[in-house]
DNA sequence: AAAAAAT
């Protein structure tokens, strides 16, 4: 087993490590410290909890032991998708460093600019930031790239979940191209490998397992009930579960405000978190919270991945998350260390499709509980009724234009059974067998199919567009890019066979491109020049009308 | 549909 001194970090660095209570290394340091030492760049599959954080601030302290900053000019960076995250690095470097002399800064949003730029001109080794402030203050001229040597991309997951990608992207052109650089992300999508074959140069690719699937550690259970009914459930919970410290994860900003002054007029003992809040009103409930001094923090999924908080007893989801992915993090705050925790997802009966996809990505079904004195519901697998009169009316119309063969009565059945049925067996399989290939939970990132139905895969979609990932106009092969619409697949266009058959099968596609549209504004996106396939050479007469104008 | 991040 090896132990920390065989990784070949300075006497005293091995001293602030054994001072902070720890003695052996974890996976993740054991592997990667002896590469980042040697200079090399690292690709890290893992994370948090895996010890992904020192498996970086430690062996770059030593690197960084030798020379000195000069003004406005960091000698490393580390970029983080949160601020909080980029607190948590942050003190990382100062309790492993406490027997160096390096100068770190933090820029992160929120915080005063004029402390952060007086770092700056002090010289610092260690500059930890946010995109966002990064490049204001770069672009405001307090910050000089030319001297960063070591890069870290902490989380890029994330990053390509906040739409952070484009920012890294410039900062990254921004230093110099000899540096080390380190990479981590939960997942290795295809979009992250992309970026990954970019910044780095023959990286050392690091994977370790997650620190166990919160589903082995985390026991769960879920309750239906009547959304009115939830914060008067929740509050049972609390009351019969012995809590020791717990976050309430909420869906929306709001609801957290709501629910932190409910529970708070009931006599709990609660804090709220989310982005809207004053950053040093973040920083200092999160600390409290840190310290003990808070039971209850109710939150969004600000707090849901990599917040570090020891001994939660409990996650309570208030609302079940948007993207299952999240509902993995979330409960992942709790159970850690070996420790039990426990976790409690509050559900109304419309939120019984984002329940069927968490059940999917975790590979089984979360038991159902009852809470005394609230009437228990049961979860539908409809899709979410949106709005009262309008979605009604719209629902027929959408009816009468499908095919009949695809038409069904409104909604005559669909009554238990198939609400009891949450996952067909097939489904359930898929996801057994990817988490025995992928350990992370975050799997369902990386399926095509899936993908199309997540926010960012519209990013992604987007970006394999231009021009480096997608070279296009090779009029010779239309037909290999994006093949013909066969005909029997296509409905209700009056003349069924017509335009894939009027045209020679290899006939070259030659766009027709003016320089202006018809509004009159200059074409300047390529993606405005993809030929429309589907109409085939024909472009019916009402578009190429001139649209009328808009008031 | 929501949250995160720059003011």
Not at 141 to 150: E, Q
């Amino acid at each position: 087993m090896t132990s920390f001194s065989d990784l070949g970090l300075s006497p005293e660095l091995l001293q602030a490590v054994a001072d902070s209570g720890y003695t052996q290394p974890t996976p993740i340091q054991a592997q990667a410290i002896p590469y980042v030492l040697m200079g090399r760049d690292v690709l890290g599959c893992a994370q948090t909890g895996t010890g992904k954080t020192a498996s970086f601030t430690l062996p770059m302290i030593d690197i960084l032991a030798q020379g000195r900053a000069r003004a406005r000019m960091p000698r490393s960076l580390i970029l983080e998708p949160t601020r909080e995250l980029a607190t948590q690095v942050a003190e990382s470097f100062d309790r492993y460093g406490k027997h160096h002399k390096l100068n770190q800064a933090l820029l992160i949003g929120g915080e005063s600019m004029a402390e952060q730029e007086k770092k700056l001109d002090r010289g610092v080794d260690v500059l930890i930031a946010t995109p966002g402030r990064l490049m204001d203050l770069f672009d405001r001229g307090k910050i000089l790239m030319t001297d960063v040597r070591t890069l870290v991309i902490d989380e890029a997951d994330r990053m390509l979940d906040m739409g952070f990608i484009p920012d890294v992207e410039r900062i990254v052109s921004l230093l110099p191209r000899i540096r080390q650089t380190l990479f981590f992300s939960a997942t290795m999508a295809t979009e992250i490998r992309r970026l990954a074959d970019a910044f780095l140069s023959n990286p050392k690719e690091i994977s370790v397992a997650p620190p166990a699937s919160p589903a082995a550690t985390v026991v769960q259970s879920i309750v239906v009930v009547d959304a009115a009914d939830k914060r008067d459930a929740l509050r049972r919970l609390i009351e019969s579960e012995e809590v020791r410290s717990a976050i309430i994860f909420c869906n929306r900003k709001r609801d957290v405000d709501i629910l932190f002054k409910s529970l708070q007029k009931h006599g709990f003992d609660a804090a709220a978190l989310h982005g809207d809040l004053a950053q040093s009103k973040r920083t200092e409930t999160l600390e409290s919270f840190k310290r003990g001094e808070i039971r209850l923090l109710v939150a969004s999924d600000v707090a849901a991945r990599g917040l570090d908080v020891d001994s939660l007893s409990h996650v309570f989801n208030f609302d079940v998350p948007h993207h299952a992915e999240d509902y993995v993090h979330r409960i992942g705050r709790t159970g850690r260390a070996g420790r039990e925790g426990r976790s409690f997802t509050l559900a109304t009966p419309e939120e019984g499709k984002n329940v069927q996809a968490i059940e999917r990505l975790i590979g089984g079904a979360i038991p159902k509980i009852d809470v005394e004195g609230i009437p228990t519901l049961e979860l539908s697998d409809e899709d979410r009724p949106r709005g009262r009169g309008r979605a009604r009316k719209a629902e027929p119309r959408r009816e009468a234009a499908a095919p009949a063969a695809e038409r069904r009565p409104a909604r005559t059945r669909r009554p238990k059974a198939a609400a009891e049925a949450p996952a067909p067996e097939v489904v359930a399989e898929a996801a057994v067998v990817e988490m025995a290939e992928q350990p992370a939970p975050v799997v369902a990132a990386e399926r095509p199919e899936r993908t199309e139905r997540r926010p960012d895969a519209r990013r992604e979609s987007s970006r394999r567009e231009r021009p480096a990932e997608a070279p296009r106009a090779e009029p010779a092969q239309p037909s290999a890019r994006r093949p013909e619409p066969r005909p029997e697949r296509r409905r209700d266009s009056g003349r069924p066979e017509a335009t894939a058959d009027m045209r020679p099968a290899r006939a070259p596609v030659v766009p027709f491109r003016p320089e202006r549209d018809n509004h009159g504004h200059r074409r300047e996106r390529e993606a405005d020049d993809v030929p429309v396939l589907a109409f085939g050479d024909h472009t019916p007469a009402f578009l190429l009308r001139a649209a009328p104008r808009r008031a």
